[in-house]
C-alpha cells in the first residue's frame, strides 16, 4: 500500500516561485510513475506533468511547460513540483498521484492519490 502527503503550497504573488513536495511512503518501484494534477475551482482535474521513478522520462502540459519542473529524489522517496513564473490561473488544488503502470502520457490509471495541497497566486 502507498500513501501520498503533498506539502508546500500558499499564497504567492503573480511571478513568484513555490515548490511542491509529495512524500511517498511504502515501496516505489522504478517502474512506477507519480505524477502532478491541479483542479480549480468550477473546472475539470488537469494532468500537468509526471515522471517515471527511474527518471528516465517525463510529460509536461503545455500550459506548464517552460515554467515548472518535475524532480523526485529516491532516496527520500519524495517528489517535487518546482513551479516558477506563477500566474493567476495556476490557483488550484495540486494533487500528487501514482500510478503504478509507468505512465507518464496522460491517461495514466494513477491509483494512489495524496490529499492536495492550495496554491493561490494574486495578481
Known amino acids: 500500500q502507498v500513501q501520498l502527503v503533498e506539502s508546500g503550497g500558499g499564497l504567492v504573488q503573480a511571478g513568484s516561485s513555490l515548490r511542491l513536495s509529495c512524500a511517498a511512503s511504502?515501496?516505489?518501484?522504478?517502474?512506477?510513475?507519480m505524477g502532478w494534477f491541479r483542479q480549480a475551482p468550477g473546472k475539470e482535474r488537469e494532468f500537468i506533468t509526471a515522471?517515471?521513478?527511474?527518471?528516465?522520462?517525463?510529460y509536461y502540459a503545455d500550459s506548464v511547460k517552460g515554467r515548472f519542473t518535475i524532480s523526485r529524489d529516491k532516496a527520500k522517496n519524495t517528489m517535487y513540483l518546482q513551479m516558477n513564473s506563477l500566474k493567476p490561473e495556476d490557483t488550484a488544488v495540486y494533487y500528487c498521484?501514482?500510478?503504478?503502470?509507468?505512465?507518464?502520457?496522460?491517461?495514466?490509471?494513477?491509483?494512489?492519490w495524496g490529499q492536495g495541497t492550495q496554491v493561490t497566486v494574486s495578481s
Open positions: 498521484a501514482l500510478d503504478i503502470h509507468g505512465v507518464v502520457r496522460p491517461g495514466g490509471r494513477y491509483e494512489y
Open positions: 511504502g515501496r516505489i518501484f522504478s517502474s512506477y510513475a
Open positions: 515522471i517515471t521513478w527511474s527518471g528516465g522520462s517525463t
